[in-house]
């Protein structure tokens, strides 16, 4: 029996839309208890015994032994041997896609991301004051699939804000090192690197030990367990995102060839079975010509078998009254990716609130975005595209408010501060800013 995969279909006219539509999206974000338990066992060992609990998990779970810790650093020597060692079309690439990640951040940071002060009319300065963070740590993932692109995305825009430290981590199976993960590294500038993974990791990075030093900020993706160790450590540490499954929402208003649009969904099936691809259309007869291609270029793909099981477990192809009513499902769904697959992309771009990141036009493919098109693919997942933003310069700085009062200016915010402070009952808080006024007897 061929290998199938059988979005659902669905139609915003159908009588059980909405109840299909909402079970459809679902994804319960929540962990296995088991998981939870294991990854708290996991980091408290991690807090007491160092560097001799990494190395016990590191061994128990990638198969990866070192007598040190030490011995799990890649050295920036092997982090340029890795990057000589690849073919030139290999150097080539990650260098044109650094050198796009870097230009976009550049940019980002020159729009949003200096100091700034000005002084009120009584000569008070206020203002305030953008530095970066002293020491960031990066999970890169290397389980089902190696990843150089989560290199450059997480590294650059740290590099870019000016962060000291960039500290990679990333888990080597069977001792199984990616070359192109390693010359990513040696590219994006990372300082130091370990082959270590999983929730002893990010143990490592946020509380330190004796060979890894501990960071301000833990950042990229990871599977359940590093997911589950992020939430752990928030608080001690700063982190980016609990990331979900991958997503991708295409809209077509059926100008683009089917075979395009069935790949593109493909492009983010293959990542693993939880992830959903999801097509709206006004165009039946599109949707069946999207269809056929998925059956036609599956059994082509080296991934077929996840694939499949994405996008029969969750992916959907709907048929919607019109793209007017296809943006409007969209904003409900606030998806990772958004492709916006039409003639006149500009026409609908305005009506689309929410999304991780928006791609105009039948040229833009997401995995563009993904590798070198220069914007960050660290993006919000399950429907928090509605109130987060894309990793940037910005999750790598932080900002202090500057308040300089004169001598002036503090006759008059004194007696504001004062009249509140009493109100709160806060009379210390009075007094200070009351002994600041001229007419105060001391």
Known sequence: MSLQARPLRLSTAQADFEQCFQERLHWSGE?????????????????????????????????????????????????????????????????????????YHEAQKRASGESWSYRDADGSLLGQKVTPLDRVGIYVPGGKAAYPSSVLMNAIPAHVAGV???????????????????????????????????????????????????????????????????????????????????????????????????MDLFSQAEHDELAQSVLLCPDVAYIEAVQHEIDRLLPQMPRAEIIAKSLTGRGALIHTRSMEEACAISNRIAPEHLEISSRDPHQWEPLLRHAGAIFLGAYTSESLGDYCA?????????????????LGVYDFQKRSSLIEVSETGAQALGQIASVLAHGEGLQAHARAAEMRLKDTKR
Request: net charge negative; glycine share 10%.
């Open 31 to 103: 962990t296995d208890a088991a998981i939870e338990q294991r990854v708290a066992e996991i980091l408290a060992d991690v807090q007491r015994r160092g560097d001799a609990a990494v190395l016990e998990y590191t061994a128990r779970f990638d198969g990866v032994q070192g007598k040190t810790l030490k011995d799990l650093e890649l050295t920036q020597a092997e982090l340029k041997a890795a990057f000589d060692g690849l073919p030139a079309a290999q150097r080539e690439a990650l260098q044109a896609a650094a050198h796009r990640v870097r230009s």
């Open 374 to 390: 220069g914007p960050n693919h660290v993006l919000p997942t399950s429907g928090t595209a509605r109130f987060s933003s894309p």
């Open 164 to 262: 000291g430290e960039i500290i990679m981590v990333v888990p080597t199976p069977r001792g199984e090192r990616n070359p192109l993960v390693l010359a990513a590294a040696y590219v994006a500038g990372v300082t130091r690197a370990f082959t270590i993974g999983g929730a002893q990791a990010v143990a490592a990075l946020a509380y330190g030990t004796a060979t890894v030093p501990g960071v301000d900020k833990i950042t990229g993706p990871g599977n359940a367990y590093v997911a589950s160790a992020k939430k752990h450590v928030f608080g001690q540490v700063g982190i980016d995102m609990i990331a979900g499954p991958s997503e991708i929402l295409v809209l077509a208003d059926g100008s683009t060839p089917a075979d395009w649009v069935a």
